[in-house]
């Protein structure tokens, strides 16, 4: 029981830490929300701004990364950095 409350706790860090590390490299790029969403096919970036933050336990999956790697240039290995200390 305590394991399955720390592996959560560590699962919410780690997708907070890739929405940290898209926010970043989002920023660095020069894309606005807005203009990331619109380039992933949204219309508003009520999802890119909830997953960035993990808020309401929202979170890119791998088809969001995937297009966010495409349309920022940059690779999976930037948008992960950070996130192995959670598998400790």
């Known amino acids: 029981m305590e394991t399955d409350i720390k592996n959560n706790q560590k699962l919410e860090l780690f997708y907070k830490k890739i929405g940290d590390n898209v926010k970043k490299l989002r920023i660095q790029r020069g894309f606005s929300q807005l203009k990331l969403a619109n ?9 890119i701004a909830k997953a960035e933050i993990y808020k309401y336990g929202k979170k890119f999956n791998l088809e969001h990364l995937f297009k966010i790697c495409l349309i920022l240039k940059v ?3 930037e948008v992960f ?3 192995d200390e959670f598998l400790e």
Do not use: L, R
Not at 39 to 47: E, F, L
């Open 75 to 77: 690779s999976m290995i």
């Open 81 to 83: 950095e950070g996130t």
């Open 39 to 47: 380039a992933m096919g949204y219309d508003s970036v009520g999802h």
